[in-house]
């Protein structure tokens, strides 16, 4: 009897382990994937200007999402007219609009490099020369650490080039008083990528 006591007692103890190991693993989990959202927006058509970027649903900046995929409409913008970007961009800044060095920022890095935007856009690649599917169709997500605590209201998004091995990231600004996430950085889109095939001589 005593054998068969202590047993069922090494038994119990081992089920009472194997449940609190699979709670650890569960709660682990779930802290890492706490945060992981992915939304996908898609456009039929480019805004030409301010208005009708405006004229879109998500123009009223309501989630930091919409907000990131409007900045990638108005950045694909530029090549063809500076203004109309910097008019859009303004309105997705709010209370922060460009500043003159900002203005310089993206013309040191999207004069002769406009392939740098369009490769945030579905069905774009180094050997279509990122030309984009129609519907434009974009993804925006983030992780873990997009919500900083501590420092106002900020979401620090990720949205995925066709042309470089991670994410990149953009940064929101949340305004308490109406609720509307406005672009507060975006330096982080726009870095280097792999060239397009017709760039690159040795393709």
Excluded at 75 to 80: D, H
Excluded at 157 to 168: C, F, N, T, V
Aim: hydrophobic letters at 35%; charged letters at 15%.
């Amino acid at each position: 009897m005593g054998l068969l006591d202590s047993l069922g007692r090494s038994l119990e103890r081992k089920a009472v382990n194997t449940v609190a190991n699979q709670a650890v693993n569960a709660a682990s989990n779930a802290i890492q994937n706490a945060g992981n959202e992915h939304k996908t927006f898609s456009f039929n058509a480019l805004p030409n200007n301010l208005s009708e970027l405006q004229a879109l649903p998500e123009a009223s900046l309501s989630t930091p999402f919409a907000t990131a995929a409007l900045t990638i409409l108005a950045l694909a913008r530029y090549e063809l007219s500076q203004e109309d970007c910097y008019a859009m961009l303004d309105y997705l800044r709010g209370p922060d609009p460009l500043n003159p060095m900002k203005k310089q920022f993206l013309k040191d890095r999207l004069n002769g490099k406009q392939y740098v935007v369009n490769s945030y856009f579905a069905g774009t690649s180094v050997q279509n020369n990122y030309t984009p599917s129609v519907p434009y169709t974009l993804t925006v997500s983030s992780n873990p650490y997009s919500y900083p605590q501590g420092e106002g209201v900020y979401a620090r998004l990720l949205m995925k080039s066709s042309g470089a091995d991670s994410e990149r990231w953009i940064v929101l600004r949340q305004k308490p008083s109406t609720g509307q996430w406005f672009l507060n950085d975006s330096d982080g889109l726009l870095g280097d990528i792999r060239q397009p095939a017709a760039a690159n001589p040795w393709a």
